[in-house]
């Protein structure tokens, strides 16, 4: 049943990105409103309880710790690199990835130690978003999802897509417990303390970000779409530069 | 005629003086220096807090072309602006990137800035400086500052790290703020003061 509920997840997104053949701008139209809705339940949902997890996690450890956690959590997602990179055509970059995965999670132990990157095998990470960016599809409009926060339909479509690549998932699945729910419910720990690094990694970031801006929404918003056209390189066309449209802006407002 | 060919001369020459294009090199040896000087005399440097934001403060302003960043920021709304609003805001807007940025001077510890070359830009008087800082986990993050030639002196206008412009993303938090408040531009001034601590 659990893993039904990630295919319909996956289906409906998947219609949610063919219906929606515009790209994130910052025009988001009637969507706005349930954008905002979102944003402040997230905000609710961090101040009362993942911040105070974050700051949690950092009180009963190290900093070494939380580096060998932040480690561990990155190797995990090399297979879904390994097999994005050849999806993407670049076969390569697929070998560096799978060699990474087998140095570190093995004289790494368990991907807690980047030891690969001493011998050369470099981090170069991708994701199923990537390549369905490579594939020109559109990247959708900008959305803010339960928890998880700013996404569009497509980064949405290749997180769930590297979820499903991620070995912890696997092994969850086929560890023999006896009821179907403890099957998951490592998987679900480990998600929840991944979830808990990533908040504490971004304490005095997002801090800063909700002091110091009147619209910590739009300021977010903004932020995030001027960063996914990095990755929106179509295959065949040619990337356009950011600064190709605000250049003119800068211009019209100079005396 | 001769008279007027000298005048439509010279007023050609000086034309095209006004729009030479901004020196890269000259370019990269300022943004190199501004990165030094932060590095060395605020980052590395084992002084008080106070006298390290009274450094950053004096950079900022020597450095940073915060009128002209102000007036891209407000976008269509400084246009509408009353002289009194126009300043009001800059003032503001430039406390309150002193107070953000010196909040986070520790971040940058044991960070260096490798130079990459430059890249024009459509206006003649801009051109990109292209930095990269190498990162203890996954590839160097990628910035870039947007330096700007006003009467022979360079000033940065724009930082833009990992595609994310600080001058685009302020624009569209205020822009979207005004649009929302009913007091428009003093409602954000307003709220932009209460920020400052």
Not at chain 1, 16 to 35: F, I, K, V, W
Request: hydrophobic share 40%.
């Amino acid at each position: 049943m659990k893993k039904l509920n990630k295919y319909t997840i996956l289906t409906a997104l998947s219609v949610l990105l063919a219906a929606s053949p515009c790209r994130a701008n910052e025009d988001e139209g009637a969507l706005e409103s349930y954008n905002r809705a979102m944003f402040t339940f997230n905000s609710v949902a961090d101040h009362y309880v993942i911040k105070p997890l974050a700051k949690g996690y950092r009180a009963v450890t190290t900093d070494f710790i939380r580096e060998r956690v932040r480690n561990f959590y990155a190797n995990l997602k090399e297979p879904a690199s390994v097999i994005n990179h050849t999806l993407q055509g670049n076969v390569g970059d697929s070998g560096v990835s799978a060699g990474r995965f087998l140095v570190n999670s093995t004289l790494g132990l368990l991907g807690t130690f980047d030891v690969a990157s001493g011998w050369g095998l470099h981090n170069n990470k991708t994701g199923f978003d990537k390549t369905l960016a490579k594939w020109c599809v559109p990247d959708g409009p900008f959305i803010i999802l339960p928890l998880i926060g700013p996404s569009t339909p497509r980064a949405a479509v290749g997180l769930a897509a590297d979820t499903v690549a991620d070995p912890t998932y696997w092994a969850s699945y086929y560890t023999t417990f006896s009821k179907d729910w403890q099957k998951y419910s490592f998987y679900y720990g480990l998600t929840a303390l991944g979830f808990v690094s990533v908040r504490e990694a971004n304490i005095e970031l997002l801090d800063n970000l909700t002091a110091n801006s009147v619209d910590p929404y739009s300021t977010i918003k903004s932020a995030y779409i001027q960063r996914r056209l990095k990755i929106d390189a179509c295959a065949g066309s040619e990337p356009k530069p950011q600064e190709a449209s605000y250049d003119f802006d800068f211009d019209d407002f100079e005396d | 005629m001769k008279k007027l060919f000298a005048v439509f001369a010279s007023v050609l020459f000086l034309s095209f003086q006004a729009h030479a294009d901004i020196n890269p090199n000259k370019a990269e040896a300022f943004v190199k220096s501004v990165t030094n000087t932060g590095i060395e005399e605020l980052i590395n440097a084992d002084v008080p807090e106070a006298e390290k934001k009274a450094r950053f403060t004096k950079l900022f302003n020597q450095d940073l072309d915060l009128d002209f960043i102000g007036k891209f920021v407000l976008g269509r709304y400084w246009r509408t602006a009353t002289a009194k609003q126009r300043a009001d805001f800059i003032d503001v807007y430039r406390k309150l990137n002193i107070q953000t940025w010196s909040e986070r001077f520790n971040e940058f510890k044991g960070k260096h800035f490798e130079f990459v070359g430059t890249e024009k830009s459509k206006s003649p008087d801009q051109i990109f400086v292209n930095t990269q800082v190498p990162m203890e986990e996954g590839a160097p993050a990628v910035v870039k500052w947007r330096v700007k030639e006003t009467d022979n002196t360079l000033r940065i206008v724009d930082i833009i790290i990992e595609n994310v412009s600080l001058a685009q993303t302020s624009r569209s938090e205020y822009t979207s703020y005004i649009q929302k408040s009913p007091q428009g531009i003093d409602g954000l001034i307003k709220d932009l003061r209460a920020k400052l601590k």
